[in-house]
T-cell receptor, first 114, second 110 residues
Framework: EAQVTQNPRYLITVTGKKLTVTCSQNMNHEYMSWYRQDPGLGLRQIYYSMNVEVTDKGDVPEGYKVSRKEKRNFPLILESPSPNQTSLYFC?????????????FGDGTRLSIL | GNSVTQMEGPVTLSEEAFLTINCTYTATGYPSLFWYVQYPGEGLQLLLKATKADDKGSNKGFEATYRKETTSFHLEKGSVQVSDSAVYFCALSGDYKLSFGAGTTVTVRA
């Protein structure tokens, strides 16, 4: 089954404790992206990647890092999480030949930073 | 930059009622337009799309028409069901990302 898998689905942690949210897709897509969803703001892009070793900032990259060492994986790293990063996070992927649309989304990761 | 404005919710309807969710956009160039749906506890699923002016996207009884002259992409369904209860997002493509509206929560009561 074609899917985008995120882990963990839920996490409660404390300020400053480094965490990683993993994202994996099994569709051999070149393009991957991270979004955060906040009430009243919709989804906003954090980082995206056009292919292995190619990443770029989205609209709200501050406080986040990403890496793309393998095509299927695109982890999101919060090196020193803060309460304003409490949010619902989505990973998405898509093939480049369709102009990276439409995007296939994971089921989301709800992060609470205390 | 690109932006999407979506009617605010929440919207509560009775089964078999008519649903309209307004969406207008600002964009450079000629973006593709999308409606995504998010059911409780799940990720976003593509509901329908339109890639050029006057295109009509349709799926599961939902429709939306890409209106370049009014920069709009309103979502409609003639007869909603309880299973249509969800959050609906209007979005447009550009700059290697999707730009989303704030989302509209729709609740359909039996």
């Amino acid at each position: 089954e074609a899917q985008v898998t995120q882990n963990p689905r839920y996490l409660i942690t404390v300020t400053g404790k480094k965490l990683t949210v993993t994202c994996s897709q099994n569709m051999n897509h070149e393009y991957m992206s991270w979004y955060r969803q906040d009430p009243g703001l919709g989804l906003r892009q954090i980082y995206y990647s056009m292919n292995v070793e190619v990443t770029d900032k989205g609209d709200v990259p501050e406080g986040y890092k990403v890496s793309r060492k393998e095509k299927r994986n695109f982890p999101l790293i919060l090196e020193s999480p803060s309460p304003n990063q409490t949010s619902l996070y989505f990973c998405a992927s898509s093939p480049m030949e369709t102009g990276h649309q439409p995007q296939h989304f994971g089921d989301g990761t709800r992060l609470s930073i205390l | 930059g690109n932006s999407v404005t979506q009617m605010e919710g929440p919207v509560t309807l009775s089964e078999e009622a008519f649903l309209t969710i307004n969406c207008t956009y600002t964009a450079t160039g000629y973006p593709s337009l999308f409606w995504y749906v998010q059911y409780p506890g799940e990720g976003l699923q593509l509901l329908l799309k339109a890639t050029k002016a006057d295109d009509k996207g349709s799926n599961k009884g939902f429709e939306a028409t890409y209106r370049k002259e009014t920069t709009s992409f309103h979502l409609e369904k003639g007869s909603v069901q309880v299973s249509d209860s969800a959050v609906y997002f209007c979005a447009l493509s550009g700059d290697y990302k999707l730009s989303f509206g704030a989302g509209t929560t729709v609740t359909v009561r039996a």
